[in-house]
Each structure stands twice: as C-alpha cells, then as structure tokens.
C-alpha cells in the first residue's frame, strides 16, 4: 500500500535519537530547549515553546489567550478536530466559518461578513483560529486586519503548513497573529514521532505557556506570590497539564528539521507532476500561488461530479482496493455527531461540506518516487473511468 502520507527516518534520526538515550536527560531537557530555539529561528518567531502534540500546543495556546466560559472560538469547518476541540476544553463555544472554494481555507470575506453580525448581535469571537490546510497558508493579512478592527486574538493552526511560506516570511513568523501552532505528527512534514510546538512573538504568552504544560507551576520567584520557602521551592499560579515532549521526540525533530526546506521542495516538485499528469482527468486539482507557499502536507483532489460519471466513493474504494492509500480531508467539522449536539447541521457550511463530497488526497510526502507516483496516477486514471 502506498499510504497517503508518511515519515522519512535517516540514519542521522536514528544518530541524534540514540545519543540522547546515551545521555542524561530522557524527558524535558537541552534537546527540547535547542528544537524550540531551532524552530524558532527558522520561522523569524521570538519563541517556541514544545509540547508533546499540537492538539496540547493548541490547548495551551487557548489558554494563554485567557479564552474561557462565555468565549466564543471560531475556526474553520475544514480541519481535523483539534482546531476545534481546543476552545472546547477551555469552556468555550465554537462557531466555524465557511471556506474559499479555491483555496479550502476559511474565507476571509465569509469571516468578514460573520464578524459584522456577530458585533451587532454582540456575540464577537475572542480567538479566531485560521487553519492552513493542506499547507497552504490563509489570508493572514486579511485576517490580521479583521483582529485588529474587531478586538479578537489570532492562533493559527499550522499543524500542515511547517516550511511553508506567507508573503515574505515563514508561515510560523506570527506577524498577522498571536501564536501559531505546528504539529510534528509522523504524517505532516517533518516529525517528532508525537510533538506539537507554539510560536509566539509575545514573551508573556510564551511564560504562560510553558508554565501550563507543566502542572502551571514556575520555579521562577518573579512570578511567584510571595517569596520562595528556598531553593526547592516551586509554586503552582494556575492549574496546567502533564504536556512536555521529551528530548528523545525533540533530537529527532531537530535533526528532521535539517532536511525541512528540502522536504518541501520534494513536495513541490510532486504537485507539479501531479498538476501535469492529472491535467486532463475530471479532477479538480488544489489551487496554489498568490501569496502563499503552499507546506504542502496534502494534494487533495476533488473527483468532478460535473465531469465524471464515477463517484467519489467508486474512486476511493478503486484505488484503495489497487494498494493506493488515498484518505479524505476532511469531513466537516460541525457534522460530527458531538457538534451536531451543539446545534449544528448538515448545510450550515456548505461549501465546506460540497468541497468534502468530492475530495480525496493522494499520496503525497517527500519520499514518495515518481515511480510510485506514476502507480498512483495510473490507478486513478482507470478509477475515474
Ligand atoms: C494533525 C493536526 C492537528 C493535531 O496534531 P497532533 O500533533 O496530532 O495533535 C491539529 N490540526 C490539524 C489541522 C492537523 O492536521
């Protein structure tokens, strides 16, 4: 089976991963410090604060944003769970915001239209979370302009987008937002195994963020109420979670990191085949360019209705059934059954939801051989037909 998505493991991995079991720190230690420090400098971020998922990362980014009970977050309908989860887990309600057609991000005009009926109905979201899907950034200038005018905070979920870039920076700069967030999953670009990290412009957000993946307690007395008992003496100033990553995940991911801007280039390369090859099948391929360069983590693919006498799920079961692990990006949020008990139904985001009945990634990641890629694209071509 050629999986939708996969990680690449080199020697040097396995070297770095090796010399930090052979040292004295397994769990939070320098490993960690220097991928955050890494990262950081890569994106043109102040600082990177390293958990053990972006699902945390997302968490713990909501909480520094001080959403809470009565908040509103927003995201797109377009992305896996965690974007919106995570404003779930702080107490907050979720709304969504329909996506471009082109893009499969969320709209910024849809969000400027919601955002004008929210102000009068006074209902504004706190935090808006932009998701760069597939790895294409959102329109960041566009919503950044929006954060300021109506007072709400910007996290991007970036879980797709690492080596991406937007404009002339860095997706993970957070020039138009408060935090980003990247994830290190074995699937998306490069990979800590499990690992999530934070970037952030804003020393404050970042303090607070390392106190809460670590039970929001701080050894620092500055923070502290009152003077410390001694040497010994921590205090916990809010309640925090058990979210640290290990210097085992953060070696694997600096050494991963070396390779991240070739990574891309790979990933590039293989859109461009794809675009090529697919050109004259009734598919409709991802859209990319303008500001953005795309990460890359998806090529998801819509099977044309207009065009095609197949349907999607003819074309999925065709193509798993010939060792092609396609997979779909993504099921709408708010039509889970969990977010249907909040109110939400089929058709509140429709276009979203027309974008899902057709979409299926193909395999894409920077180890794939055009050889494979040849496989795929001939199983598609008699799955379409
Ligand atoms: C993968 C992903 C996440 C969650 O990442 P984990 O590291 O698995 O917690 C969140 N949002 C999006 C859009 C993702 O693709």
Redesign the pocket.
Known sequence: MIPYGRQEVTQADIDAVQAVLRSEFLTQGPAVARFEQALAAYCGAAHGVAV???????HVACMALDLGPGDWLWTSPN?????ANCGVYCGARIDFVDIDPRSYNMDAAALADKLERAERAGCLPKVVVP???AGQSCDMAAIGALAKRYGFRVLE????AVGGRYRDAPVGSCAYSDIA?????P??IVTTG???VALTNDAALAQRMQRLRSHGMTRDAALMDGEPDGPWYYQQTELGYNYRITDIQAALGSSQLARLDEYVRRRHRLAQRYDALLAELPVIVPARGGDAYSAL?LYPVQVDARRCRRSRREVFDTLRAAGIGVNV??IPVHTQPYYRRMGFRSGDFPRAEAYYAQAISLPMFAALTDAQQDEVVTALREALT
Request: aromatic content about 16%; cysteine-free; hydrophobic content about 45%.
């Open positions: 053990a998922n972006a699902t945390a990362a997302l992305t896996f769970l965690a974007s998701v760069h899907f979920d970036a879980s797709h967030v990247f994830s290190f999953h699937v998306k499990e690992g999530g983590h990006h993504y």
